[in-house]
T-cell receptor
Framework: RKEVEQDPGPFNVPEGATVAFNCTYSNSASQSFFWYRQDCRKEPKLLMS???SGNEDGRFTAQLNRASQYISLLIRDSKLSDSATYLCVVAFDNAGNMLTFGGGTRLMVKP | SAVISQKPSRDICQRGTSLTIQCQVDSQVTMMFWYRQQPGQSLTLIATANQGSEATYESGFVIDKFPISRPNLTFSTLTVSNMSPEDSSIYLC????????????FGSGTQLSVL
């Protein structure tokens, strides 16, 4: 079993749709969680951290469920520019040690 | 945040040769890392570049194959030695920032093709 698992997709959605991705992790002692975005042929960029209480940044909402060991990313009112691969990242501790990347979920937003 | 300059951006190399990738950061950072991303795959950590001491390699990666230098807190190099076609990949340097070094910023990557 992979340490961090994501549905690779692709998720094909129309503009304006709401889409959600889940990511499961196997190490129950994991402390920090993040979503990164990677555009085609570009480097990953931090999208948002995921806090225990959940957090929202504009159209993006991240949630953490420690009991079921998954994190989620919800994108509302999808834009064409949201098309990218979304990487789930889990850290063993709060100092960024033992960062593990998921395989990524590809999102394609169509007109 | 951190601005990272990585070069070369791409190269095509013959098997058996070596390539050195450079990573320059615009500020002093404690934690620098080298990752590999093969086509369609996620990122795999090669090693942590330690300033003033030998790099810490992950399972499956060895110093003879991927020697790393970290002469100061703003610069690091990764060499891919004695290359084979299996080394064709994107190589990314990364730095950790944030209150507890929990956030990663990446260089733009080096796309390596070995013939």
């Amino acid at each position: 079993r992979k340490e961090v698992e994501q549905d690779p997709g692709p998720f094909n959605v129309p503009e304006g749709a709401t889409v959600a991705f889940n990511c499961t992790y196997s190490n129950s002692a994991s402390q920090s969680f993040f979503w990164y975005r990677q555009d085609c042929r570009k480097e990953p960029k931090l999208l948002m951290s995921v806090y225990s209480s959940g957090n929202e940044d504009g159209r993006f909402t991240a949630q953490l469920n420690r009991a079921s060991q998954y994190i989620s990313l919800l994108i509302r009112d999808s834009k064409l520019s949201d098309s990218a691969t979304y990487l789930c990242v889990v850290a063993f501790d709060n100092a960024g040690n033992m960062l593990t990347f998921g395989g990524g979920t590809r999102l394609m937003v169509k007109p | 945040s951190a601005v990272i300059s990585q070069k070369p951006s791409r190269d095509i190399c013959q098997r058996g040769t070596s390539l050195t990738i450079q990573c320059q950061v615009d500020s002093q950072v404690t934690m620098m890392f080298w990752y590999r991303q093969q086509p369609g795959q996620s990122l795999t950590l090669i090693a942590t570049a330690n300033q003033g001491s030998e790099a810490t390699y992950e399972s499956g990666f060895v110093i003879d194959k991927f020697p790393i230098s970290r002469p100061n807190l703003t610069f690091s190099t990764l060499t891919v030695s004695n290359m084979s076609p299996e080394d064709s990949s994107i190589y990314l340097c990364s730095v950790a920032t944030g209150a507890t070094n929990e956030k990663l910023f990446f260089g733009s990557g080096t796309q390596l093709s070995v013939l």
